[in-house]
């Protein structure tokens, strides 16, 4: 797989939980969404936002989701543009695996303290996840390109390069 279509993945991921950290905002503020993808007791929107447990340190978990996404694309696309200075790749995999901590931290949450899931969470985790992925196989290119990378060989004395 080329590294275009890696960070084309790591995009698509970003902007669809973007998205569904806005839709799981709009259902906050407008309980009437909460019905569209509350299923059953279990698997319920409403469930998870009517228990009092949907913030962290203080912050909704649904504006982590939002800053978190606009984040992992703002830092994609510093990576993107700036392919040959692996530290934007290094910060979008640091970026990246804090929020799938994050991620399950709050699955955590909704299963064992909470006893339902929120679909539209759940799906913006999924893909949280996937943007992870991604950004792991281009952290592992970007070490791979580096000319003090493992696979290069210590030039010798004399501008010689040794040979393994």
């Keep these: 797989m080329r590294s275009r279509t890696v ?3 790591v995009y698509f991921a970003g902007g669809l939980g973007l998205i569904l950290s806005l839709f799981a905002a709009a ?3 407008d309980p009437a969404l909460q019905s569209i993808c ?7 929107c409403g469930a998870v936002t009517r228990s009092g447990l949907t913030s962290t340190l203080g ?3 649904y504006l982590w989701g939002i800053g978190g996404f ?3 694309l703002i830092v994609a696309g510093l990576a993107e543009r700036n392919r040959g200075d692996a530290r934007y790749t290094y910060a979008l995999l640091g970026l990246t695996t804090l929020g799938v901590a994050l991620a399950f931290y709050l699955l955590y949450v909704e299963l064992a303290r909470i006893h339902a899931l929120c679909p539209v969470c ?3 985790y999924f893909f949280g996840g996937v943007a992870w992925v991604g950004a792991i196989e281009l952290t592992r290119r970007a070490v791979r390109r580096r000319p003090d990378g493992p696979a290069a060989a ?6 010689v390069v040794a040979q393994p």
């Design 154 to 159: 210590p030039p010798s004395e004399g501008g």
């Design 7 to 9: 960070r084309s993945v």
């Design 27 to 29: 259902e906050v503020l």
């Design 70 to 72: 606009v984040l992992i």
């Design 122 to 124: 759940v799906s913006a």
């Design 38 to 44: 509350s299923i059953n007791s279990f698997y319920s």
């Design 59 to 61: 912050i909704p978990d």
